[in-house]
C-alpha cells in the first residue's frame, strides 16, 4: 500500500491528479493487492509512515547555467566573505527589494475583535472593497540589521533608485568600502543594464544578482514575509493611505527590535544540493 500511495495515479492510467486514501484502497482492491480495505485503514497506515499523498508541494528546478556560481557570491556575503577574502568592517550588505501590488481591502464590515467570554478569534468580513494599491520597497542591511523602506503609486526604475539613494546617500553608506546591494532579476533591476546604472553613480556599490527564480536568497523576502504576516493578514484598510502609513510604522516598530537574521544555508549546502540534482542526470548519461 506504502508503494502504491508513492505512485503518481497517471502511472496506472487512472485518471485522478492525486491519491486519496478511499481511492488508495478502490485501486488496491481492483489490482488484487486485498479483497477489501477500507480507506481509513490505508489512511492510518500512510500517517504512521508520515506518507500523505493527497498534499504536494511545488518546485522550480534551477535553470540559470550560472546557479551555483551566482548563488555562492550571496551566501559567501552571508557568512561574510567575497571572492575568498573576508569583509572589511568597512563594508556593507544589502538587500533590496519590492513588494507590489498592495492593496487596501476595506471591508464591508467592520473587523470584530478576539471576545475571551465567548471564546472567540478576531472576525473580519470575507468581502471588501478595493481602496486603491501601491507598491512597498525596502533594503534590509543583513549584517546590521538596519531597515530602509518606502512606497509609490508602483514599481519601476525610478521608484527603485529612490529606495536606493536612501541609503547610500547617508552615511555609513555613503562612505562605506563597499556597499554590496543584493537584488533578483526584477525589471527594476535587472541585467547589466542596471548594474552599469547605478554603480556609475555610486562608485562603492557593488550590485549582486541572485540567479534566475531564486529570489529567496535575498533576505529582503524574509522581512516582507514578517509584514505579511503582522501587518497585511487580515488586510482591512479603509483607504491606501492609512495602507501606506501602516506599513512605514510598522518598519520603524520593527527596527526596535530587529537583529540580523540567523541564515543557516551555506556555500557547502549548496555545493550539496547541486551534486545531488546532477547525480541523476549523470546516472541517466
Known amino acids: 500500500m506504502i508503494r502504491l500511495a508513492c505512485e503518481r495515479p497517471s502511472d496506472s492510467e487512472v485518471p485522478l491528479a492525486r491519491w486519496s486514501s478511499i481511492e ?6 481492483a489490482r488484487g493487492i486485498c479483497e477489501q480495505i477500507s480507506g481509513v485503514t490505508v489512511w492510518r497506515w500512510l500517517s504512521e509512515d508520515a506518507i500523505k499523498p493527497w498534499q504536494y508541494r511545488s518546485w522550480i528546478f534551477p535553470r540559470d547555467p550560472a546557479f551555483t556560481t551566482q548563488a555562492g557570491r550571496i551566501l559567501e556575503l552571508y557568512s561574510g566573505r567575497w571572492e575568498g577574502e573576508l569583509l572589511h568592517p568597512g563594508d556593507y550588505v544589502v538587500c533590496c527589494d519590492e513588494k507590489p501590488s498592495i492593496q487596501a481591502r476595506r471591508r464591508k464590515h467592520a473587523t470584530l475583535p478576539a471576545k475571551a467570554a465567548v471564546k472567540r478569534g478576531q472576525r473580519a468580513e470575507h468581502e471588501y472593497e478595493r481602496g486603491g494599491a501601491l507598491c512597498y520597497f525596502a533594503a534590509w542591511d543583513a549584517r546590521r540589521a538596519r531597515l530602509f523602506d518606502r512606497c509609490d503609486d508602483k514599481d519601476g526604475i525610478i521608484p527603485f533608485d529612490k529606495l536606493v539613494a536612501q541609503f547610500m546617500t547617508v552615511e555609513p553608506y555613503s562612505k562605506a568600502r563597499r556597499v554590496f546591494v543584493i537584488v533578483d532579476n526584477g525589471s527594476a533591476h535587472r541585467g547589466q543594464a542596471s548594474i552599469n546604472r547605478l554603480q556609475d553613480r ?3 556599490l557593488i550590485l549582486v544578482h541572485t540567479p534566475i527564480h531564486a529570489s529567496w536568497l535575498n533576505q529582503a523576502e524574509i522581512y ?24 512605514l510604522a510598522f518598519g520603524r516598530r520593527y527596527e526596535q527590535i530587529a537583529r540580523p537574521f540567523e541564515w543557516k544555508f551555506t556555500r557547502q549546502d549548496l555545493d550539496r544540493v547541486a551534486q545531488r540534482l546532477e547525480a541523476p542526470a549523470v546516472q541517466a548519461a
Open 24 to 29: 488508495l484502497a478502490r485501486e488496491a482492491v
Open 202 to 204: 555610486y562608485k562603492n
Open 224 to 247: 516582507f514575509s514578517i509584514v505579511q504576516r503582522k501587518v497585511l493578514t487580515p488586510n482591512d484598510f479603509p483607504d491606501r493611505s492609512t495602507l501606506e502609513q501602516q506599513l
